[in-house]
C-alpha cells in the first residue's frame, strides 16, 4: 500500500504521487495530512524544502475529488513567484482529474482574470493585493464564488500577518466563509508571534481544537546541516560590485548556480546590468520588472540557462529551486528571519551549499543578530582578496557601473515607482484629513 494511502489520500493522488516519485512523506506531511482530512484547522511548521505545499495540497484535493465543485479552496501567498509555483503542482497533482487553477496576481491582464473567475475554477492561488481589487472592482459576477470556499490556505503565513499584507487580507476574508463555516491552514517556515497567537484564538461549537505542527528543532528549521555560512568583509559600499565578480569568477563558484540577494530593486538592475556587460550569464528577479520578464527569468534561471540570478526578497520564500550551490547576502538584511529564507534556496533536501555574506562596516550589528537567531557562527573565506579585486576585477566594474548608471537614466529608470509611491502618499494625506475632520466634527457635537 501506498505510505500516503496510509495517511488517507485517495487512490488516484496517491498514483499521481507516485507517477511524481514522490513516494515517502516528510514529516510535515505525515503530521498534518490526516488533521486536515480529519476536518481539523492547521498550523504547520517546518523549515523550507520540506514539503509543505503536498502537506496541505494532498487533503484539500483529496476532500475536493469526492464532490468536485467551484471554488473549492483559496491559496494566498506573498509573492507572484510563489503563486506560480504552487499553482504548478495543484495542477501536476491534479491533472487525471482535470484540475482548473487560477492564478491571480499582479502584473498580468485583471479582465482576462476576472473572466477565469467568472467560470469557477476549481481553485484560486492569489497575492492578496491582486484578489482584493477583484473583490473591490471586478462586480459580483466575479467574485460570488469566493463565498462557497471551503479551504483557506495562508502559505508563508507569517509574512502575510505581517502589517504590509493587513488592509489586503481583510478585504479577501471580508468575502470568503466566516472561520467556522471553511477549514483554514497556515504553512510557514518561521512561526512569528503572530502565527502562534492564533492558536489560541476562541473555537466555535462545531470547531476542533487548531492542529499545530511545529518542528521540535528550531536549529533544524533555522539553517540545515548541510549548510556552510562563510562571509568575507568589503572595505565600502562603493566597491561591493567589484568584490562580487571577484567572488563570482573564482574558479571555486565559476561553475555553481547563484543567487545573489539584494534590498533594493535598483541595486538589483545595476548588478544584473554590469554582470551582464562583463560577459556572465545573469538574470534579475524584482517587482520593478513586468510580470512576462519575471517569468522567464526565474524558468532561465531553473533550466540553466542562467546560471546567476540576482533578486530582492521576493525570491527569498518558498520557491523551489533543486540546483542553487550559492547564495550570496550582497547586502544583509534588517530582519534575521529575511537571511534564513533568504539561505534556504540552498542546501535543500540534503544537499550541500554555500551561503556567503559580503559584509560592509555598517553591518555588524545584523551580522551579530543573525547569527544570535541561527545559534551559528560564520567562517570567513579566503575565496575573495583585496589583492585579487585590485588585479581583476576594479577596474572592469568601475567602468562597467559608470555605463550602467547612465543608460538606467536615460531610461528613467524606477519612474513607475516613484509614481506610485508620490499617489500612495497622496492618498495617506487625504485619508488623515478626512479622519481629522471627522473627529473635529464629533468634538463639535458632543459640546454642543
Not at 568575507?232 to 568584490?243: I, M, N, R, T, W
Not at 538589483?268 to 538574470?283: G, K, N, S, Y
Request: hydrophobic residues 40%; glycine residues 4%; aromatic residues 6%.
Amino acid at each position: 500500500m501506498s505510505k500516503f494511502k496510509q495517511l488517507g489520500v485517495a487512490n488516484w493522488l496517491s498514483e499521481s504521487l507516485l507517477a511524481m516519485k514522490i513516494t515517502t512523506p516528510t514529516d510535515i506531511q505525515k503530521a498534518c495530512i490526516p488533521k486536515i482530512l480529519q476536518n481539523y484547522d492547521c498550523i504547520g511548521g517546518a523549515k523550507t524544502g520540506s514539503g509543505k505545499t503536498i502537506a496541505f495540497a494532498a487533503p484539500i484535493l483529496s476532500t475536493w475529488s469526492e464532490d468536485p465543485s467551484a471554488i473549492y479552496g483559496v491559496v494566498l501567498t506573498p509573492t507572484r513567484e510563489l503563486a506560480l509555483q504552487i499553482a504548478e503542482q495543484f495542477t501536476a497533482l491534479g491533472a487525471s482529474m482535470n484540475i482548473r487553477v487560477s492564478v491571480i496576481v499582479g502584473g498580468e491582464d485583471i479582465v482576462k482574470q476576472a473572466l477565469e473567475l467568472q467560470n469557477k475554477p476549481h481553485f484560486v492561488i492569489a497575492t492578496p493585493g491582486r484578489l482584493a481589487d477583484h473583490i473591490t472592482n471586478s462586480g459580483d459576477d466575479t467574485i460570488c464564488g469566493l463565498r462557497r470556499v471551503k479551504y483557506l490556505v495562508l502559505d508563508e503565513a507569517d509574512r502575510l500577518l505581517s502589517n504590509s499584507f493587513g488592509d489586503d487580507l481583510e478585504k479577501c476574508f471580508s468575502i470568503l466563509p466566516s472561520s467556522d463555516k471553511r477549514q483554514t491552514l497556515l504553512f510557514t517556515a518561521t512561526v512569528t508571534d503572530a502565527v502562534k497567537a492564533l492558536k489560541d484564538r476562541p473555537i466555535s461549537k462545531n470547531k476542533k481544537q487548531i492542529f499545530v505542527h511545529e518542528v521540535e528543532s528550531l536549529d533544524k528549521v533555522r539553517i540545515p546541516p548541510s549548510l556552510s555560512m562563510y562571509y568575507f568583509l568589503v572595505p565600502s559600499d562603493g566597491l561591493k560590485e567589484a568584490y562580487l565578480h571577484n567572488l563570482l569568477v573564482n574558479e571555486n563558484y565559476l561553475e555553481k548556480s547563484a543567487i545573489i540577494f539584494v534590498n533594493r530593486t535598483r541595486t538589483a538592475e545595476i548588478l544584473r546590468r554590469i554582470l551582464r556587460l562583463l560577459e556572465l550569464t545573469v538574470v534579475s528577479l524584482h517587482s520593478e520588472m513586468p510580470q512576462s520578464e519575471r517569468v522567464n527569468s526565474l524558468h532561465r534561471f531553473k533550466a540553466g540557462a542562467a546560471r546567476i540570478l540576482i533578486a530582492t526578497d521576493v525570491a527569498s520564500r518558498g520557491l523551489d529551486i533543486p540546483t542553487v550551490e550559492l547564495v550570496v547576502n550582497y547586502d544583509i538584511p534588517a530582519d534575521p528571519d529575511d537571511f534564513i529564507h533568504r539561505v534556504g534556496r540552498t542546501a535543500r533536501a540534503g544537499r550541500k551549499g554555500d551561503s556567503i555574506s559580503m559584509i560592509a562596516p555598517n553591518d555588524i550589528q545584523r551580522i551579530i543578530s543573525i547569527e544570535s537567531k541561527v545559534n551559528k557562527k560564520m567562517t570567513i573565506t579566503k575565496t575573495v582578496t583585496d589583492d585579487s579585486v585590485i588585479q581583476s576585477s576594479l577596474n572592469k566594474t568601475t567602468r562597467a557601473k559608470r555605463e550602467c548608471i547612465l543608460d538606467m537614466e536615460n531610461e528613467n529608470f524606477g519612474e513607475k515607482k516613484r509614481i506610485n509611491k508620490y499617489k500612495h502618499e497622496l492618498n495617506l494625506k487625504s485619508k488623515t484629513s478626512k479622519t481629522f475632520k471627522k473627529t473635529k466634527r464629533s468634538k463639535k457635537s458632543k459640546r454642543s
